[in-house]
T-cell receptor
Framework: NAGVMQNPRHLVRRRGQEARLRCSPMKGHSHVYWYRQLPEEGLKFMVYLQKENIIDESGMPKERFSAEFPKEGPSILRIQQVVRGDSAAYFC???????????FGPGTRLTVL | AQTVTQSQPEMSVQEAETVTLSCTYDTSESDYYLFWYKQPPSRQMILVIRQEAYKQQNATENRFSVNFQKAAKSFSLKISDSQLGDAAMYFCAYRPRRGGADGLTFGKGTHLIIQP
């Protein structure tokens, strides 16, 4: 049973470009959570999605960031017009139902030059 | 808003000894979950142990145990017989049990060093 998959593991973008981060939840999981980890910090919750629905986006920056979890395919975290402050590790977690334990992926390290 | 505080940025322990990592939290909720996660250099987040606030008994997983003091809002992690593979960042995390609060709130972490 494969765990949560994230790709790419490392992503380098120049300022102003777009970054797309992908997350495939564990088999049987339909709930996805995105977190951001800045250097020397703990993880910060960004958004919680179920298939085709954003349930809680209270931690998402108001501009440039968006997330989706389509009926088919992985969940996508999209960052438009990246800035150096977006450099961080982005983690995805999944769970089989709301309130259940969250299982984390290996993360995507985004570097903005 | 809930907050989680880990007051020890770094801890060091001799192999085979016991170490305790501290965590305090602030919440107005009465029912919630508390977690300890381990993040080794690979950066993978690994769940170490979980505690449900309504359970008075402290959780235990092999060499890992917690001291949960609900009134004091304290949730420390004890690692017995420390091993080299325990070296990692350790994060304390909190989540209310009620619906509508799905994201975990993490502390800033404690870097655990194991000295051979």
């Amino acid at each position: 049973n494969a765990g949560v998959m994230q790709n790419p593991r490392h992503l380098v973008r120049r300022r102003g470009q777009e970054a797309r981060l992908r997350c495939s939840p564990m088999k049987g999981h339909s709930h996805v959570y995105w977190y951001r980890q800045l250097p020397e910090e703990g993880l910060k919750f960004m958004v919680y999605l179920q298939k085709e629905n954003i349930i809680d986006e209270s931690g998402m920056p108001k501009e440039r960031f968006s997330a989706e979890f389509p009926k088919e395919g992985p969940s996508i975290l999209r960052i438009q017009q990246v800035v150096r402050g977006d450099s961080a590790a982005y983690f995805c977690a999944s769970s089989p139902s709301r309130g259940h334990e969250q299982f984390f992926g290996p993360g995507t390290r985004l570097t903005v030059l | 808003a809930q907050t989680v505080t880990q007051s020890q940025p770094e801890m060091s322990v001799q192999e085979a000894e016991t170490v305790t990592l501290s965590c305090t939290y602030d919440t107005s909720e009465s029912d919630y979950y508390l977690f300890w996660y381990k993040q080794p250099p690979s950066r993978q987040m690994i769940l170490v142990i979980r505690q449900e606030a309504y359970k008075q008994q402290n959780a235990t997983e092999n060499r890992f145990s917690v001291n949960f003091q609900k009134a004091a809002k304290s949730f420390s992690l004890k690692i017995s017989d420390s091993q080299l593979g325990d070296a990692a960042m350790y994060f304390c995390a909190y989540r209310p049990r009620r619906g509508g609060a799905d994201g975990l709130t993490f502390g800033k972490g404690t870097h655990l060093i194991i000295q051979p």
